[in-house]
């Protein structure tokens, strides 16, 4: 599976963006989706997972309440709707694939495949 994301960009604190990750490939349907992020000096930390058919999402807690998961599987792509933005949550956020596994979506490790990056900047 290659990934590519797209969307990112520089927004003020408050504002809104969308990230997409289309997927090449026909077996898309068959991955757990999943957003991550790595802001400068930081680990990369799991953001949001969604289920092969979608019926499932997980949110980090930062973002609970406030970023939608959500894929397309008749388009190959999985989204990222990022709402109410805050300075912290600047980085380089990253679609990745994972396998059905018993490993819990939340789990970095669980994923195979990795986007690119693009690139979401916050500004207060």
């Known amino acids: 599976v290659q990934l590519q994301a797209s969307g990112g960009g520089l927004v003020q604190a408050g504002g809104s963006l969308r990230l997409s990750c289309a997927a090449s490939?026909?077996?898309?349907?068959?991955?757990?989706m999943g957003w991550l992020r790595q802001a400068p000096g930081k680990e990369r930390e799991f953001v949001a997972a969604?289920?092969?058919?979608?019926?499932?999402?997980y949110y980090a807690d930062s973002v609970k309440g406030r970023f939608t998961i959500s894929r397309d599987n008749a388009k190959n792509t999985v989204y990222l709707q990022m709402n109410s933005l805050k300075p912290e949550d600047t980085a380089v956020y990253y679609c990745a694939a994972a396998p059905i596994s018993t490993l819990p979506m939340t789990a970095l490790r669980g994923y195979n495949y990795w986007g690119q990056g693009t690139q979401v900047t916050v500004s207060s």
């Open positions: 490939g026909r077996t898309f349907s068959r991955y757990r």
């Open positions: 969604i289920s092969w058919n979608g019926g499932d999402t």
